[in-house]
């Protein structure tokens, strides 16, 4: 019975992850962002959706993600049905709602999963930049906090992808509260020596980079990910000065501490699983 569930629910992710996929296969004849050369899909399909010219690391979607990372078979996605509502009345809100659901598939912009890296049992979720640029609603705030409190009251470690801009204007100050709920959940399950994986990929903006993105207990980074609170351009405008090259990239971040790693997306399944394993070895939740 057990593998006939494992089978449905590996066939479910695959089914996302290929929607996920399809929206990101880039047509003939694109020019890759971060080189300006031209890349086939079927490379960058390849590639993980990394340009083999240049090592440009493009977005990928919360289904999709998972699928790169889980093993087949242990996906079990959590509170999916979760979704924001329009608490403000802000204007056209509703209506840009619905037509990011329809266009991405998604109820929010988080995926939350139970799951094994290489056996080693995890809650992970992948915040997904198609849905209101991964913004933080209080829908998705409710999803990352109740992941952790799952992760806390199952002692398992806790792996978190952020790709966001930050609080989403259209819930106001419920948005901005979700730094604080996500924040004290982790606080919490600090208490409980539970291990938080924190993986920040591009951009990582916000709200999202001053709450729950920078309180892992190892934080990694993708090449040339964007990290920081406010974006380079508002800040040179604000102290009207030119910041020095690559700035709040993750190189540059890796430079000053603020994150542990920069691993590119090939090396990334591996690096997660051997830091569950050590994390295992240790026995923090023990």
């Known amino acids: 019975m057990t593998s006939i569930f494992a089978q449905r629910r590996q066939k479910l992710l695959a089914m996302k992850a290929f929607r996920d996929g399809r929206t990101h296969v880039v047509p003939a004849g694109t020019a890759c962002p971060g080189c300006g050369q031209t890349v086939s899909a079927g490379a960058l399909v390849q590639a993980q959706y990394v340009c083999p010219l240049c090592g440009h690391h493009l977005p990928l979607g919360g289904y999709y993600r998972l699928s790169t990372i889980l093993d087949p078979g242990s996906f079990r996605e959590l509170n999916p049905r979760i979704t924001s509502t329009d608490p403000l009345h802000f204007p056209g809100y509703q209506a840009k709602l619905e037509i990011a659901r329809k266009k991405t598939g998604l109820n929010e912009a988080v995926v939350t999963a139970v799951g094994t890296v290489d056996g080693h049992k995890c809650v992970a979720g992948v915040l997904d930049g198609r849905f209101f640029l991964g913004s933080m609603s209080a829908a998705v705030g409710e999803k990352i906090t109740r992941a952790i409190e799952y992760a806390g009251k199952t002692k398992l470690p806790l792996v978190l992808f952020s790709a966001s801009g930050g609080a989403r204007m259209q819930e106001g100050i419920l948005s901005l509260m979700q730094m604080a709920k996500t924040s004290a959940a982790l606080a919490r399950f600090d208490e409980k020596g539970g291990f938080f994986l924190s993986i920040l990929t591009n951009p990582t903006t916000g709200g999202v980079t001053a709450s729950f993105a920078s309180l892992g207990d190892v934080i990694l980074a993708e090449p040339g990910a964007l990290i920081g609170?406010?974006?380079?351009?508002?800040?040179?405008?604000?102290?009207?000065?030119?910041?020095?090259?690559?700035?709040?990239?993750?190189?540059?971040?890796?430079?000053?501490?603020?994150?542990?790693?920069?691993?590119?997306?090939?090396?990334?399944?591996?690096?997660?699983?051997?830091?569950?394993?050590?994390?295992?070895?240790?026995?923090?939740?023990?």
Not at 230 to 245: D, N, S
Not at 253 to 275: C, K, M, N, W
């Open 229 to 286: 609170f406010a974006g380079p351009r508002v800040i040179e405008q604000t102290i009207g000065q030119t910041l020095p090259e690559g700035f709040q990239r993750a190189e540059f971040q890796l430079e000053h501490g603020f994150v542990d790693a920069v691993v590119p997306r090939s090396e990334l399944r591996q690096t997660i699983s051997q830091l569950l394993a050590l994390h295992e070895k240790g026995g923090r939740n023990g």
